[in-house]
């Protein structure tokens, strides 16, 4: 089982800063299958990227995924306050599908 | 509109059993890999089951292995989850979620997609 390793646990950040998230795969994520969600609360995840860096229809291009291999990283490059989420990483390529422990993004 | 809408959830003791279904609307249902992914109270995600469009190829997560059966109607649009003998680690807002692409070849997924449609979620409590 691939165990995906998200840091950090929480980003406090203001608007129009740009927030960093990584994911950290124990061993190689097959063809990049590398999604992100975006979680609210009391709501369902919503993708975010696939592929590791395509975007999903309707997502801002202030999103944007990168990495291969073992190591992905999620950019949101100007914060605005509807950004405020926990973030998920989850990898596709190799049953059993995992996820990451998430990402809480804080606005300050 | 693209939507899923769960139901079947509530609470049962441990050992007991209950089902959860899904009801698809908005997009061609048998073209789509479904699963099942679940969230302890407080928790992450955890994927617990995928069947093929068809419903001919199924798969789970060692967690729930013998205990939970995926199932689907597409002449109903409607996915479900059989679940026998709950535990109390068990207890987890469930959600269904579609996934456009799953290859699989010789009992194995050898290409798939992300999850691209989510339902609300159903909560089921374990708990005597």
């Known amino acids: 089982e691939i165990v995906l390793t998200q840091s950090p646990g929480t980003l406090s950040l203001s608007p129009g800063e740009r927030a960093t998230l990584s994911c950290r795969a124990s061993q190689s994520v097959s063809s990049s299958y590398l999604a992100w969600y975006q979680q609210k609360p009391g709501q369902a995840p919503r993708l975010l990227i696939y592929?590791?860096?395509s975007r999903a229809t309707g997502i801002p291009d202030r999103f944007s995924g990168s990495g291969s291999g073992t190591d992905f990283i999620l950019t949101i490059s100007r914060l605005e306050p509807e950004d405020s989420a926990v973030y998920y990483c989850q990898q596709y390529g190799s049953s059993p599908w995992t996820f990451g422990q998430g990402t809480k993004v804080e606005i300050k | 509109e693209v939507q899923l809408l769960e139901s079947g959830g509530g609470l049962v003791q441990p050992g007991g059993s209950l089902r959860l279904s899904c009801a698809a609307s908005g997009f061609t249902f048998s073209s789509y890999a479904m699963s099942w992914v679940r969230q302890a109270p407080g928790k992450g995600l955890e994927w617990v089951s995928v069947?093929?469009?068809?419903?001919?190829?199924?798969y789970y997560a060692d967690s729930v292995k013998g205990r939970f059966t995926i199932s689907r109607d597409n002449s109903k649009n409607t996915l479900y989850l059989q679940m026998n003998s709950l535990r109390a680690e068990d207890t987890a807002v469930y959600y269904c979620?579609?996934?456009?692409?799953?290859?699989?070849?010789?009992?194995?997924?050898?290409?798939?997609?992300?999850?691209?449609?989510w339902g609300q979620g159903t909560m089921v409590t374990v708990s005597s």
């Open positions: 069947i093929s469009g068809s419903g001919g190829s199924t």
């Open positions: 979620a579609g996934l456009r692409i799953m290859i699989t070849f010789g009992g194995v997924i050898v290409k798939a997609d992300a999850f691209d449609i």
């Open positions: 592929g590791a860096s």
